[in-house]
């Protein structure tokens, strides 16, 4: 308080001082100024009064400035003001630590963010080569081909070929190629490439396994047309296998015959894992 009103009480005294001086020159001017003070006139009077009220107000609010700081007094105002700067500098600090801390923090998650997206592109990736989204393919055997990528879900109509007596519904078999595009769990969204005029055919079939699936070696590659054929019955009506692991595919070395030979393979290989035992002929 007393800092201001100093302020205050230095303008008011340069104003009354231009005001005395003012009131001189406008006495000079009119030849009114004598020898002695008593001549003056009022106005110089109360403006060399207005100089020293103003004045003397100034000196009093400046000795009295302490008290703003709540120093005890004029002596101990360094110290009380090397306090308060050192209060300043360290809300600047705390201000500056707290905006530092506030950008690293805005960073990390900026990082977070940036590795969940290159995780979540890599693992679309995965899906989309487990999937083989974009691949054509022969259907390889007879699906029919639902709306929805579950066992309940309807059945597409054959409208052309279905009347009032018989419905028919759509169907993708080996003389039919597809494209995937989309999958989820083990069903696959596939659209008919060819033959043409059944190009319009677009739904949902359980994953068709195809020979690229498997590693064939000496004992199964006689009979991989026969062994697709029945893996893709298995994994369509076996009860747990809607998933198959295809490395597992292999002729039994204690069953069968030479001439009627039995292979198998291992269903839902990250679950309750199962082996299927089947002859070519099953499919």
Same mark, same amino acid.
């Given at each position: 308080?007393?800092? +201001?009103?100093?302020?205050?009480?230095?303008?008011?005294?340069?104003?009354?001082?231009?005001?005395?001086?003012?009131? *001189?020159?406008?006495? $000079?001017?009119?030849?009114?100024?004598?020898?002695?003070?008593?001549?003056?006139?009022?106005?110089?009077?109360?403006?060399?009064?207005?100089? *020293?009220?103003?004045?003397?107000?100034?000196?009093?609010?400046?000795?009295?400035?302490?008290?703003?700081?709540?120093?005890?007094? =004029?002596?101990?105002? %360094? =110290?009380?003001?090397?306090?308060? +700067?050192?209060?300043?500098?360290?809300?600047?600090?705390?201000?500056?630590?707290?905006?530092?801390?506030?950008?690293?923090?805005?960073?990390?998650? =900026?990082?977070?963010?940036?590795?969940?997206?290159?995780?979540?592109?890599?693992?679309?990736?995965?899906?989309?080569?487990?999937?083989?989204?974009?691949?054509?393919?022969?259907?390889?055997?007879?699906?029919?081909?639902?709306?929805?990528?579950?066992?309940?879900?309807?059945?597409?109509?054959?409208?052309?070929?279905?009347?009032?007596?018989?419905?028919?519904? =759509?169907?993708?078999?080996?003389?039919?190629?597809?494209?995937?595009?989309?999958?989820?769990?083990?069903? $696959?969204?596939?659209?008919?490439?060819? %033959?043409?005029?059944?190009?319009?055919?677009?739904?949902?079939?359980?994953?068709?396994?195809?020979?690229?699936?498997?590693?064939?070696?000496?004992?199964? *590659?006689?009979?991989?047309?026969?062994?697709?054929?029945?893996?893709?019955?298995?994994?369509?009506?076996? %009860?747990?296998?809607?998933?198959?692991?295809?490395?597992?595919?292999?002729?039994?070395?204690?069953?069968?015959?030479?001439?009627?030979?039995?292979?198998?393979?291992?269903?839902?290989?990250?679950?309750?894992?199962?082996?299927?035992?089947?002859? %070519?002929?099953?499919?």
């Amino acid at each position: 308080m007393y800092q +201001a009103w100093f302020y205050v009480g230095i303008s008011a005294m340069a104003a009354s001082t231009l005001w005395s001086v003012a009131e *001189l020159l406008s006495a $000079r001017r009119k030849a009114r100024i004598l020898r002695t003070v008593r001549s003056l006139g009022a106005m110089i009077y109360l403006s060399l009064a207005a100089v *020293l009220l103003s004045g003397g107000a100034s000196a009093f609010c400046y000795l009295n400035i302490y008290r703003d700081y709540g120093a005890a007094s =004029r002596a101990d105002l %360094p =110290r009380v003001m090397k306090e308060l +700067a050192d209060a300043e500098q360290a809300r600047k600090d705390a201000a500056a630590n707290a905006e530092r801390e506030a950008a690293e923090k805005e960073a990390a998650e =900026r990082a977070r963010l940036l590795a969940e997206a290159d995780r979540q592109h890599e693992l679309r990736l995965a899906e989309e080569k487990r999937c083989g989204l974009g691949t054509v393919r022969s259907a390889v055997v007879l699906y029919e081909v639902r709306a929805e990528p579950n066992e309940g879900a309807e059945r597409l109509v054959n409208e052309k070929a279905s009347n009032s007596r018989k419905t028919h519904y =759509r169907s993708i078999d080996s003389s039919t190629m597809v494209r995937i595009v989309g999958c989820k769990n083990e069903w $696959r969204e596939v659209q008919v490439t060819s %033959p043409p005029w059944l190009t319009d055919t677009i739904g949902w079939v359980k994953r068709v396994y195809v020979a690229a699936d498997f590693s064939w070696e000496w004992d199964t *590659l006689d009979y991989k047309d026969t062994l697709l054929s029945a893996v893709n019955k298995i994994s369509r009506e076996t %009860p747990g296998c809607s998933e198959l692991d295809t490395a597992s595919l292999a002729r039994s070395p204690t069953r069968g015959t030479p001439s009627d030979p039995v292979f198998f393979i291992t269903c839902d290989p990250n679950g309750r894992a199962m082996n299927v035992w089947f002859k %070519p002929t099953d499919g």
